[in-house]
């Protein structure tokens, strides 16, 4: 993977020249003028999980197996707690640029970035560059069922259901399991699946999918998850764009966050600032929100949005490094859990404090595919070697 060191003059001023030159060679995504549609309406179901028994077994724990849960996973736990305003969400999806996949607000592009949800989730732990990767040849459901539950190969098929495409296992045989466990590291690792499952990339309501148990496999080798989740951000937005209608299955609750680290002063209501020493998840749940804004006044904050009026870089978001280039790829592919989508933050340079410029990003428009049938795995494995 490539790096650059995007906040300082000069390596700005190479990955510009860099830039130019590949957009002079390539071209852009589309031909020159044209113009995304982001006029037509698209009706987003933003349907959410039932999750006041995870926050309730959440609540039980005393502070020592809350310390086990933090030393092996990231901060999800805080957003049990978030209320995902449906108005905002509803309003913020009708200005997704599919094309080049970042919110276009009239002449203002941002976009949800790795180094920002890295932040945001406190992966310091994490390594940016071991990536998640679709594998060919992985253990079954049932044997990764059983690894993670320590339970035996009749209890879980007897728990495994079908929903629609793909395989799941419901949460109330999570949950019973979770309160009845002897082994206080698998109650911690059966509840940070079903926050995956649930909360994170919540497909079937209720139920965890089979998809899940696959990057949770990898988590133990401290792979990011964080490219995982803003790929299939991206990929869910994208569905829905084209449709025009949908229902977003990954994570309201995180896309919001980080709405609102960029907009502290929304309808003369300021937001409290963060700093890189707190766990911003948890300042965040605590800060008041405005949830009684209706879809149409949301609607008209967006259409008539500046560039003042955003918070470009978040003032707990210092970033040495910028991932922005893989390999053969002018841009960063992101492989999720179901699909792939590419990535593009040279398109939003001003969030890392740094001059924008047109960025090249020949490739990017089609290099978006889901996982079925055979024809995906040499893509996948180009995407994973880059």
Not at 25 to 53: C, H, M, P
Not at 54 to 78: A, G, H, T
Not at 297 to 308: C, D, S
Request: some cysteine; overall charge neutral; aromatic content about 14%.
């Amino acid at each position: 993977m490539g790096n650059g060191f995007l906040d300082r003059v000069e390596d700005n001023a190479a990955v510009r020249i860099w830039a130019e030159m590949t957009q002079h060679e390539k071209g852009d995504s589309f031909a020159e003028g044209y113009v995304s549609k982001l006029w037509d309406f698209t009706r987003v179901n933003i349907t959410q999980n039932n999750l006041q028994d995870l926050k309730e077994i959440w609540e039980q724990w005393n502070n020592k197996v809350r310390q086990l849960f933090y030393s092996n996973y990231v901060d999800f736990p805080y957003l049990l707690d978030m209320k995902v305003d449906k108005c905002l969400f509803q309003a913020l999806a009708q200005f997704w640029n599919l094309t080049y996949s970042c919110f276009t607000f009239g002449k203002v592009d941002l976009l949800s970035t790795i180094e920002e949800f890295m932040a945001l989730l406190w992966c310091s732990r994490i390594q940016v560059d071991r990536i998640y990767s679709k594998a060919v040849n992985v253990p079954t459901f049932l044997r990764k069922l059983m690894n993670i539950m320590g339970m035996s190969e009749q209890w879980v098929i007897a728990r495994i259901k079908q929903k629609g495409d793909s395989r799941c296992i419901p949460w109330k045989n999570l949950k019973d399991l979770i309160l009845a466990h002897p082994d206080v590291k698998k109650k911690v690792d059966i509840f940070a699946l079903s926050i995956y499952g649930l909360v994170v990339f919540p497909k079937a309501l209720g139920h965890v999918d089979e998809a899940v148990t696959d990057l949770f496999d990898w988590l133990d080798k401290r792979v990011t998850q964080i490219s995982v989740i803003l790929a299939e951000t991206f990929r869910s937005l994208n569905a829905c764009r084209r449709a025009g209608e949908g229902r977003f299955i990954r994570c309201a609750q995180l896309l919001l966050v980080w709405f609102h680290s960029h907009f502290w002063k929304v309808d003369k209501v300021w937001y409290r600032v963060f700093s890189e020493s707190y766990l911003l998840l948890k300042e965040i749940v605590a800060t008041p929100w405005r949830d009684n804004i209706s879809e149409e006044k949301w609607m008209a904050i967006f259409q008539n949005l500046q560039e003042k009026d955003i918070e470009w870089s978040a003032s707990w978001l210092l970033p040495d490094e910028v991932l922005y280039q893989c390999g053969d790829f002018d841009w960063v592919p992101l492989l999720g859990i179901w699909g792939a989508v590419g990535y593009a933050p040279l398109l939003v340079l001003t969030q890392y404090r740094s001059r924008q410029f047109v960025p090249a990003t020949q490739g990017l428009a089609e290099y978006e595919f889901s996982y079925k049938g055979d024809s995906y795995k040499k893509r996948v494995r180009k995407m994973a070697s880059a």
